[in-house]
């Protein structure tokens, strides 16, 4: 069946959550979402390395969009971490810058 608002598998969730400490990346608050970095309606992946622990604040304050300082702030925190960044570097002249 084909689910709407697709989300991360709970294996991804809480692996996300664990790496990150459950402490959102983009304010530092405790965090139990998970965040696409890139939305699944940009075209990102319900993968491990689209993914960052994110509060309810952020995550609905950024929404579906792609910004500029979210983008990069996720980058930053992909790569300290080990993921893989690269594949979001396509995504960078997309972003909206605010
Ligand atoms: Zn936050």
Redesign the pocket.
């Given at each position: 069946m084909y689910n709407r608002t697709p989300t991360f598998s709970p294996t991804v969730r809480e692996a996300i959550l664990l790496r990150d400490n459950f402490v959102?990346v983009?304010?530092g608050?405790p965090?139990w979402q998970v965040d696409h970095v890139i939305p699944r309606s940009a075209g990102g992946p319900t993968r491990k390395f689209n993914g960052v622990a994110?509060?309810k604040?952020?995550n609905s304050q950024k929404a579906a969009r792609i910004e500029v300082p979210f983008l990069e702030m996720a980058i930053i925190h992909l790569s300290q971490c080990g993921e893989d960044t690269t594949w979001l570097d396509t995504f960078r002249g997309n972003a909206q810058d605010e």
């Amino acid at each position: 069946m084909y689910n709407r608002t697709p989300t991360f598998s709970p294996t991804v969730r809480e692996a996300i959550l664990l790496r990150d400490n459950f402490v959102c990346v983009y304010c530092g608050e405790p965090a139990w979402q998970v965040d696409h970095v890139i939305p699944r309606s940009a075209g990102g992946p319900t993968r491990k390395f689209n993914g960052v622990a994110c509060c309810k604040r952020c995550n609905s304050q950024k929404a579906a969009r792609i910004e500029v300082p979210f983008l990069e702030m996720a980058i930053i925190h992909l790569s300290q971490c080990g993921e893989d960044t690269t594949w979001l570097d396509t995504f960078r002249g997309n972003a909206q810058d605010e």
